[in-house]
């Protein structure tokens, strides 16, 4: 009986496997991945600058503006980067499989980061600098809590 209910759950997490297959031919799930990884980096490499700027006593309002831009607009972007399909199953990804068994608790955390990014993105834009700040360091906390839950180191 045991056995038979081990067995039944199998079938099922193997049907709903080849159902996320299915959905996405394996050339457009290696794309979405390229493309989040290097979104990623992207976003990264931003926050490096923007960490200096805000590091120094007079941040530089025009770096800090384009910045917060850029991130803002990836943030927007990231609402295509983890389509069913496109987990370690895959490929080499950073992006864990709890992204997929948790969809709405990792939907929630992209979209305070989505939200948080806009904020910041208005307040840089705004040219207050103390004010950019505050929503920089908050939407930082944004980026922690997922990667957190749902990043891994990545092998290349
Ligand atoms: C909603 C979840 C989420 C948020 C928010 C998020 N990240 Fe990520 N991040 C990931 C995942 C998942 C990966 C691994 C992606 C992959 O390897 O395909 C990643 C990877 C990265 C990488 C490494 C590049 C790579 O692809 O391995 C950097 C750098 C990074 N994130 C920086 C940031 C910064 C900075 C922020 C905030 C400004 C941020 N991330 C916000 C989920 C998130």
């Known amino acids: 009986?045991?056995?038979?209910?081990?067995?039944?759950?199998?079938?099922?997490?193997?049907?709903?496997?080849?159902?996320?297959?299915?959905?996405?031919?394996?050339?457009?799930?290696?794309?979405i991945m390229h493309e989040r990884h290097e979104g990623m980096e992207k976003i990264g490499d931003t926050?490096?600058?923007?960490r200096r700027e805000f590091a120094s006593s007079a941040p530089f309002a025009p770096a800090v503006k384009s910045g917060a831009a850029t991130i803002a607009g990836l943030a927007k972007q990231a609402s295509g980067w983890f389509p069913p399909g496109t987990g370690p199953e895959m490929g080499n990804t950073g992006a864990k499989a709890a992204i997929w068994q948790n969809q709405?608790?990792?939907?929630?955390?992209?979209?305070?980061?989505?939200?948080?990014?806009?904020?910041?993105?208005?307040?840089?834009?705004?040219?207050?600098?103390?004010?950019?700040?505050?929503?920089?360091?908050?939407?930082?906390?944004?980026?922690?809590?997922?990667?957190?839950?749902?990043?891994?180191?990545?092998?290349?």
């Open 104 to 156: 709405k608790d990792f939907q929630g955390k992209l979209v305070a980061f989505q939200q948080a990014a806009a904020a910041f993105n208005a307040a840089a834009a705004s040219g207050n600098m103390d004010s950019a700040k505050a929503r920089y360091i908050a939407m930082i906390d944004t980026c922690d809590a997922c990667h957190k839950s749902y990043r891994s180191e990545m092998h290349h």
């Open 47 to 50: 926050n490096k600058l923007l």
């Open 1 to 31: 009986m045991r056995i038979h209910l081990v067995a039944a759950a199998a079938v099922v997490s193997v049907a709903a496997a080849s159902v996320a297959f299915a959905a996405l031919p394996k050339d457009k799930a290696l794309a």
